[in-house]
Every structure is written in structure tokens, then in C-alpha cells.
């Protein structure tokens, strides 16, 4: 009976003696890891991972470039109205500025429509000959020639010149 329990201890222990010298063994139960090659599969790989994100950078750009065109429309827009303010403003202001030009002409122009001839003549001709023949212009013919007769023979001849070329077309807006 000896012999038996003998060799029922023996099978008993083998296995975990099995496992025991397996376990021993070192890279026995290693893990088998894969081999990463470099042939045209990774390539063809790494090719279709750039396409595919190709799509989303490209859109990630016009995202960007189309945010930044919103920006700008945004300070053109603010410009343009700053711009329509102060056109507006400068209208008003030309308005007003011509109104007074006119009021300020027609008060000066009868203040030599009034004046007796010679003392017209004598101002006039220390006047600048362009204003002094603009106001001679828009006095009646009559009164013009009486005073245009009593200023010194080179003031009248310069702005009787003067009268001339602002009535032709042909000439430029430069009196000289």
C-alpha cells in the first residue's frame, strides 16, 4: 500500500511541479508582440491617414480665413458708416457755409450798387482784381462801366480781362 500512496503522491504533485519548472523557464508564457514593418502597407497607410485629415484642415482653414473675412467686413461696414457721418456732416456744414457765401455776396454787392462811382472805383481797385471783378460782374452794366471809367486804366484793363475770360468757355478756370 506503500507503492500506491507512492505514486499517488507523485501524480499529485507533478503538475504543480510542471507548472512550478514552467514557471521557471523564462519567456515561457512570453506575450508574441507584433512586428511593425515598413513596407508600402504603413505607407499606403500613413498616405490614406493624411488624406483623410486633409478634408478637415482644409476646412479648418477656410473656417478661420472665412471668420477673419467676417472681421473685416465688420470694420469696413463701421468705417463706411463713419465716413456717411461725416460726409453728412460736412454737407450740412457746405450748406451753410455757401448760404452765407451768398448772403455775405448779395449784402456786399449792394454795398457798391450804393456807393457813388468814384468811391466804388478807388476800393475796388485796391482789392485783389479777382473779387473786385466778381463784385463788378454782378453789378447792373450801367453802374460797372461808370466805375470801371473812374479806376486807373491798368486796374480796369485787368478786370475787364478778367470779365472776359470767366464768360469764355475756352479758357481755364485760372484767371492769370
Known sequence: MM???LSTLARRLALPLAGFVMMAIPGAFAEERPVISTT????????????NIADAAR???YLLQKQELENLQRDVDERIKTLEARRSE??????????????????????????KPDAAASQLAELDPEI?????MKLPPRQSSTILGEMPADKAAALTHIIASATDPNTSKDPS
Request: some cysteine; aromatic content about 10%.
Open 3 to 5: 507503492n500506491m500512496t
Open 40 to 51: 508600402t502597407a504603413s505607407a499606403d497607410e500613413v498616405r490614406e491617414f493624411c488624406t
Open 59 to 61: 476646412d479648418q482653414r
Open 90 to 115: 460736412y454737407e450740412d456744414w457746405l450748406k451753410r457755409r455757401n448760404d452765407f457765401l451768398k448772403s455775405a455776396e448779395a449784402g456786399l454787392v449792394e454795398i457798391y450798387r450804393k456807393m
Open 132 to 136: 473786385a471783378s466778381a463784385i463788378v
